[in-house]
């Protein structure tokens, strides 16, 4: 006789043939679709737009177009407009979330031009860097823009508007890829230039002909260091933060009921 109660493992969905066990094998979250979130969508856009101004107005402040397209800043700052307009698309539509593999990197990135800049080791002006002069109104928007408004929207965004636990311990090694090929290309660019061109090295910490080569490559072992900080610290905080509540969806007082 059969029990009833028991698994019969001709009718499992481990054994199942064709369509059926097609979508038996198939997890949910690979066919459920994603709930468009407008507002989300919205904010991002007014990120992605901050950071093409800031962009932009640096860009137009420089009558050195190379020089100003080197800096961090600048790189930084388009590569999140980019992505932050691309992950309104992709929210707004109710697609899959942009990799965190990438959103992570860029927020990564532009908190550390901020912290580079509020700490005082990128400043804008002649030969300091190369972004251009920040004292005039313009300049100033564009350094607000690049350095306080589009990271503190970045962290918001983050933490308020992303499902947390999605950043891996291998992501931190990959985020650092970018910023050491930047550090070789900064030195090696500088090299290149004739001595004395305005914003020839993008922090003076970096400039050999200040420090000499050995301090020089001990200031660029910090700044590795200090970015493997940063990003480990990103990591820990997203694994410990609590999930963001989204609009419309609780779960029953009794702990027991449906989401409602």
Same mark, same amino acid.
């Given at each position: 006789?059969?029990?009833?109660?028991?698994?019969? &493992?001709?009718?499992?969905?481990?054994?199942?043939?064709?369509?059926?066990?097609?979508?038996?094998?198939?997890?949910?979250?690979?066919?459920?679709?994603?709930a468009r979130r407008p507002l989300a969508a919205v904010l991002r856009v007014l990120l992605a737009a901050a950071a093409a101004t800031g962009v932009a107005l640096e860009i137009g402040l420089s009558a050195d177009l190379p020089r100003v397209l080197s800096d961090?800043?600048?790189?930084?700052?388009?590569?999140?407009?980019?992505?932050?307009?691309?992950?309104?698309?992709?929210?707004?539509?109710?697609?899959?979330?942009?990799?965190?593999?990438?959103?992570g990197a860029l927020l990564l990135y532009v908190l550390a031009a901020a912290l580079l800049r509020h700490t005082h080791l990128a400043q804008p002006g002649a030969g300091g860097s190369t972004l251009p002069?920040?004292?005039?109104?313009?300049?100033?928007?564009?350094?607000?823009?690049?350095?306080?408004?589009?990271?503190?929207?970045?962290?918001?965004?983050?933490?308020l508007l992303t499902t947390p636990r999605q950043y891996r311990l291998r992501h931190t090694w990959q985020w650092l890829a970018y910023p050491v090929l930047y550090?070789?290309?900064?030195?090696?660019?500088?090299?290149?230039?004739?001595?004395?061109?305005?914003?020839?090295? &993008?922090?003076?910490?970096?400039?050999?002909?200040?420090?000499?080569?050995?301090?020089?490559?001990?200031?660029?072992?910090?700044?590795?260091?200090?970015?493997s900080l940063l990003a480990t610290a990103l990591l820990a905080i997203d694994q410990f933060r609590p999930t &963001?509540?989204? &609009?419309?969806?609780?779960?029953?007082?009794?702990g027991i009921g449906p989401l409602k």
């Amino acid at each position: 006789m059969i029990d009833p109660t028991r698994s019969d &493992p001709t009718r499992s969905s481990h054994y199942a043939t064709g369509p059926a066990g097609a979508s038996a094998l198939t997890p949910s979250s690979a066919v459920a679709p994603h709930a468009r979130r407008p507002l989300a969508a919205v904010l991002r856009v007014l990120l992605a737009a901050a950071a093409a101004t800031g962009v932009a107005l640096e860009i137009g402040l420089s009558a050195d177009l190379p020089r100003v397209l080197s800096d961090f800043s600048v790189q930084a700052g388009a590569a999140f407009a980019l992505c932050a307009l691309w992950s309104a698309y992709r929210i707004g539509s109710g697609r899959r979330p942009v990799s965190p593999r990438i959103t992570g990197a860029l927020l990564l990135y532009v908190l550390a031009a901020a912290l580079l800049r509020h700490t005082h080791l990128a400043q804008p002006g002649a030969g300091g860097s190369t972004l251009p002069d920040a004292s005039s109104p313009t300049g100033t928007v564009a350094d607000q823009l690049l350095h306080t408004a589009v990271p503190l929207g970045a962290v918001l965004d983050w933490l308020l508007l992303t499902t947390p636990r999605q950043y891996r311990l291998r992501h931190t090694w990959q985020w650092l890829a970018y910023p050491v090929l930047y550090l070789l290309f900064a030195l090696l660019r500088g090299a290149l230039l004739t001595p004395g061109t305005p914003g020839r090295y &993008p922090w003076p910490l970096l400039n050999p002909a200040t420090h000499g080569y050995p301090t020089v490559l001990l200031h660029a072992l910090l700044a590795f260091l200090a970015l493997s900080l940063l990003a480990t610290a990103l990591l820990a905080i997203d694994q410990f933060r609590p999930t &963001p509540p989204r &609009p419309g969806y609780r779960i029953s007082r009794s702990g027991i009921g449906p989401l409602k």
